[in-house]
């Protein structure tokens, strides 16, 4: 079934440590998305690609790096965690900038 | 940036009844207003969008209006059903960045 893959489903990481949240999807869609959700606030852009080899920050990115070296993959790295990205991250992946987003399962990171 | 409101945050409806989800929004150049459906541990899911240079789009009991000079756009639920219940969350897009809305928790009462 054609669509977006998250891993891992959730985590529970210690502060300081390195995690990345990996995304593969199969729509061959140019642009991917990645937001938290946090109770209250909705979605919050954290950086975007509108292609392969393209990235962008969005509203909320500042502890998040990504890369997009494909079309399918859209991996974000925190690189030193703090409980304060505490969330549940979604990915997401539109055929072209400006198109319906679909949206991947999520992936719930917990900071201790 | 773009600034998505939505209003209320929290409805209760009796089954069968219509629900009414309005948003504002502040970039006049904002021309792309998707309506997400979100479930209990769920992703949320697309159930309608509009573009500015539509007024209304229906899809069943699903409607979204939109008032460009008002800067404001609204989901309307007709004979809610108790699936339903849900988080509905707004957003809006001038480009490639959406702005979403902080969502409203509908409650279909039976």
């Known amino acids: 079934i054609a669509g977006i893959t998250q891993a891992p489903t959730s985590q529970i990481l210690a502060a300081g440590r390195r995690m990345t949240l990996r995304c593969t999807q199969d729509m061959r869609h140019n642009a991917m998305y990645w937001y938290r959700q946090d109770l209250g606030l909705g979605l919050r852009l954290i950086h975007y690609?509108?292609?392969?080899?393209?990235?962008g920050k969005g509203e909320v990115p500042d502890g998040y790096s990504v890369s997009r070296a494909n079309t399918d993959d859209f991996p974000l790295t925190l690189a030193s965690a703090v409980p304060s990205q505490t969330s549940v991250y979604f990915c997401?992946?539109?055929?072209?900038?400006?198109?319906?987003?679909?949206f991947g399962d999520g992936t719930r990171l917990s900071i201790l | 940036g773009e600034n998505v409101e939505q209003h209320p945050s929290t409805l209760s409806v009796q089954e069968g009844d219509s629900a009414v989800i309005k948003c504002t929004y502040s970039?006049?150049?904002?021309?792309?207003f998707p309506w997400y459906k979100q479930e209990l541990g769920k992703r949320p899911q697309l159930i309608i969008d509009?573009?500015?240079?539509?007024g209304e789009k229906k899809d069943q009991r699903i409607a979204v209006t939109l008032n460009k000079t008002a800067k404001h756009f609204s989901l309307h639920i007709t004979e809610t059903q108790p699936e339903d219940s849900a988080v509905y969350f707004c957003a809006g897009s001038n480009d490639y960045k959406l702005s979403f809305g902080a969502g409203t928790t509908v409650t279909v009462r039976a």
């Open positions: 690609s509108n292609t392969a080899g393209t990235t």
């Open positions: 970039d006049s150049a904002s021309n792309y």
């Open positions: 997401a992946s539109s055929d072209w900038v400006g198109q319906p987003q679909h």
């Open positions: 509009i573009r500015s240079n539509v």
